[in-house]
């Protein structure tokens, strides 16, 4: 699992964006389909750059090395004003009667190396 605290530590800005043009030649496509999404995080954040979600899960099947993740069970709550959020017990904690014994332990990213895996990315689409 790839959570929003992770993917948001990923981001490209123009700049970035402008360099894949000149070496890649998807990178046209790219700045072309991101267009509305820098300005959707302009406008509604007022940033400079766009959060690379669907990407990050995709690097971390190509390169997990990238990311520092645990191990633990996982609940989505599904009702309350928290509904949607995602929950990890580590496997390590143990309760006498929790909730959670019956569940697998699952793979969760807690964080990234940001700038290596804008290179990876570059890297890729550029054939470097």
């Keep these: 699992m790839v959570g929003l605290d992770v993917t948001q530590e990923v981001r490209m800005n123009s700049d970035y964006l ?11 496509f790219i700045w072309d389909i991101t267009r ?7 406008q509604s954040a007022g940033l400079d ?5 669907d990407s990050s899960a995709i690097a971390y099947v190509i390169a997990p090395e990238l990311f520092e993740t645990k ?3 996982i609940r989505v709550l599904t009702e309350g004003p928290a ?5 990890m017990k580590p496997s390590e904690r143990w ?10 332990a699952q793979t969760a990213c807690i964080g990234v190396n ?5 290179d990876l990315y570059f ?6």
């Design 95 to 104: 309760y006498p009667v929790d909730g959670w014994q019956d569940r697998p």
């Design 114 to 118: 940001s700038a290596a895996f804008l």
């Design 83 to 87: 509904m949607g959020y995602t929950l």
């Design 123 to 128: 890297n890729t689409l550029a054939n470097i």
């Design 71 to 73: 191990q633990g069970p």
């Design 36 to 42: 509305f999404y820098q300005a959707f995080h302009t």
């Design 49 to 53: 750059c766009f959060y690379v979600h």
């Design 18 to 28: 402008q360099q894949l043009v000149k070496h890649s030649g998807a990178g046209q």
